[in-house]
């Protein structure tokens, strides 16, 4: 494993392969997002990367945006002069890997994506801008939004059984920059969908039968819109799936790129 600095991204990389999945977190993630399920890309080089104003990586100059993380995104591409990628995402990482798959189809060579949504519907869009002003009252603002988080973002199970998943979640929520959290919220906010009626890469969407965020009925209405997806419901699991649900996850995985 190694780690570089990209035009002040973190970005991990793992594995080898004549094959490349690139991983995008969502809003409040990192690279720790697709810890568990690493396995599931065996025998291929993995990229994960630290979106602009997240986790390690730097703010970017302009404020945050979609369309700015994707040029962020073809930016870490084209330094390590990967041409064309298979591509993992999770939640707001679903909305930045679908608007790659359009402006830049011949890059993408598959979607795999957690928790998708299109964009938000407008009544989280109020809450969510919300959020970015509480985030910007600082750290004891993130604590509170990570306890927030953990407790609406996950199913019953995880909450009850699974007190290990709830503090990853709550201590990579709570460590996020509260000014990169915020424009990443407004990013989110703002997000509009992309043409993915356009996307020949197949693609797999996984949610949880708890997700309130890329809930089943939205990944069903997401599906129908892709020419080649495949939708997996997995059962007592919240939004964060790949920590939530990892086996099950690489399941999901496996089989998508056995074919």
């Known amino acids: 494993m190694s780690t570089q600095v990209i035009d002040g991204l973190v970005v ?3 594995g080898e392969g004549d094959e490349t999945i690139l991983c995008i977190h969502g809003l409040g ?3 720790n997002v697709w810890t568990p399920i690493l396995s599931a890309f065996d025998g291929k ?12 990586s730097d703010l970017l100059s302009s404020p945050l945006s979609i369309e ?5 995104v073809v930016s870490v591409l084209d330094a390590l002069h990967l041409p064309s990628v298979h591509v993992a995402a999770h939640s707001m990482g679903t909305i930045v890997a679908q608007h790659l798959a359009v402006a830049h189809p011949d890059r993408v060579l598959s979607l795999a994506l957690f928790g998708a949504l299109a964009a938000q519907p407008d009544a989280a869009k109020v809450a969510t801008r919300a959020r970015a002003e ?28 699974s007190p290990t998943v709830i503090a990853a979640i709550r201590e990579m929520v709570m460590r996020q920059p509260p000014e990169g959290y915020a424009q990443s ?4 906010a703002e997000a509009t969908p992309a043409a993915i009626e356009n ?13 309130g965020v890329g809930s089943p009925d939205g990944n069903k209405a997401l599906a129908a819109r ?15 799936t790949p920590l939530e649900k990892p086996f099950e996850c690489i399941d999901a995985l496996r089989g998508f790129y056995a074919h």
């Open 12 to 14: 991990e990389l793992n």
């Open 29 to 31: 993630g990192s690279s």
């Open 45 to 56: 080089r993995i990229v994960r990367i630290d979106l602009p104003g997240s986790a390690r």
């Open 68 to 72: 700015g993380f994707v040029a962020s």
């Open 134 to 161: 509480a985030a910007r009252q600082g750290i004891a603002a993130m604590q509170d939004i990570a306890d927030a988080i953990t407790k609406a973002a996950t199913s019953a199970a995880t909450k009850s059984q």
């Open 185 to 188: 919220c407004e990013a989110l």
């Open 199 to 211: 996307v020949d890469a197949p693609v797999l969407l996984v949610t949880g039968s708890e997700d």
């Open 226 to 240: 892709f020419s080649r997806a495949q939708l997996v419901i997995v059962n007592d699991c919240g939004h964060w």
